[in-house]
Structure formats: C-alpha cells, structure tokens
C-alpha cells in the first residue's frame, strides 16, 4: 500500500514537472514591437500598421496604422486578441500607465505600461477621436 502511495506521488510529481518545463517556463525574450505589428495583422484583416508598441510586461500593446488608426491588444491564451479603437475611446493616464476603455464589454479595459511612451500614444489616440 505504501509503495502505491509512493508512485502515485512520484508519478504526479514527474507529469507536474514535465508540464512545467514544455509549457511553464516563459519566453525567452519579451514581445516587442514587430511581435504587436504581426498580431495586428493576424487579428485585423486588411489593417496594416507602419507602428507600433509593446507594454514593458509584453501584456498588451498599441499600433497605428497609416491612416492614424490605433489597434489595441491584449492576450488572449496563447495569442492576442486586436480591436480598433473606435473615435470617443476614452483613454487617461494613470499611475504612469495608460488605460484604454474600450466600448466592448467582452474586452474590457486595457491598461498598458508603456513608459516614457505613453504620453505620445496617449496623445494619437485622443486625435484619432
């Protein structure tokens, strides 16, 4: 009975840690800016954006588009979920983070550390109004 017990354990023990080093561990380098560009491009047919940024935890970012378009992104599983900001979007600083109200309910708000970037996206989104 004991021995049961002790490759049960054991057994768990081996499938937690093999579940950790295939899918547990980060990756290697953070998302940045050309990763923001090709989510956008995945996840918004027709747009393409000439820029881009990345929130410094990889969690979410912005890009724009020729036409002064922003595209907002968030992830969503293993991927990120894009929307276009729509004019009126409202957007404000706060604790030097940018927080992007979207007008969808099943996306939500979206708050982004960007930095010393964020005044100047805060900035094009409110003249995207």
């Known amino acids: 009975m004991l021995t049961q017990a002790l490759l049960s354990v054991g057994g768990i023990a081996l499938i937690v840690t093999l579940a950790w080093l295939l899918f547990g561990r980060a990756p290697s380098e953070p998302p940045g800016e050309r ?4 989510a956008a491009r995945a996840a918004l047919p027709l747009y393409r954006p000439v820029r881009a ?7 979410g970012g912005l890009a724009v588009d020729a036409q002064g ?6 992830p969503h599983g293993s991927h990120f979920s ?8 409202p957007v404000r600083m ?26 100047e996206w805060l900035a094009m989104i409110e003249e995207a109004r």
Do not use: Q, Y
């Not at 894009?82 to 979007?89: F, K, M, N, Y």
């Open 53 to 59: 940024v990345c929130g410094r935890d990889g969690r």
């Open 94 to 119: 706060e604790d030097g983070r940018l927080i992007v109200e979207t007008k969808e309910r099943m996306f939500g708000a979206v708050r982004l550390d960007l930095g010393e970037a964020a005044p």
């Open 35 to 38: 990763d923001v560009m090709d």
């Open 69 to 74: 378009r922003v595209a907002i992104m968030k």
């Open 82 to 89: 894009a929307r276009l900001l729509a004019p009126g979007t």
